[in-house]
């Protein structure tokens, strides 16, 4: 893959904090070009030569959080529930104000969505129908019910500014994970 260029990498990143900013205040709808332009300290053109559109830009924002979830998923099958779930709890402090935004934006409902159909495909090879406690159910209502109750124990704790370290998150999730799958 080719190295990106500095100067384009911090505009990128100047974009991005800029969207982020803004959305701790007004819905994403609200939110102009010219409103990331002044907050980002760019001009319009900067912009549109980056991405389409506020949409474009949004867009590849998720995605790139989605994608970094992803390649933690490759390793984190390998290991139990609770230290699988921490590097996944570490990322989500380190990436709080991206986090906190978009789970608390009703600009961005997009992002819970994706947010769970990446959560229930994780899932999706986990479940335990071999000791047979889980062969009387569906696979898709188990993994809405493990999906959604793991996007919400994510979104709790973030919203309450994550009162427990990622490893006592890690612990306590794996813990009912594990009673669940």
Not at 50 to 75: A, G, N, P, V
């Amino acid at each position: 893959m080719a190295k990106i260029d500095r100067r384009i990498a911090k505009t990128r990143e100047s974009l991005k904090k800029a969207v982020i900013e803004l959305m701790a205040d007004k819905s994403f709808d609200e939110i102009t070009i010219q409103d990331i332009a002044d907050q980002a300290n760019l001009n319009r053109g900067t912009i549109y030569s980056h991405y389409q559109d506020k949409y474009d830009l949004l867009d590849k924002m998720i995605e790139s959080h989605m994608d970094e979830l992803s390649e933690m998923d490759e390793w984190a099958c390998k290991l139990d529930w609770t230290n699988a779930l921490v590097p996944f709890f570490e990322y989500f402090e380190k990436n709080f104000l991206f986090f906190s935004t978009m789970l608390a934006s009703k600009g961005a409902p997009s992002f819970r969505t994706r947010l769970l159909e990446y959560i229930m495909k994780g899932f999706k090879g986990e479940i335990d129908r071999e000791s047979g406690r889980n062969q009387d159910l569906s696979e898709d209502v188990m993994l809405q019910f493990t999906g959604t109750a793991y996007v919400g124990v994510i979104e709790w704790w973030i919203r309450n500014e994550m009162p427990y370290p990622p490893q006592s998150m890690a612990k306590q999730v794996g813990a009912l994970l594990e009673r669940s799958l």
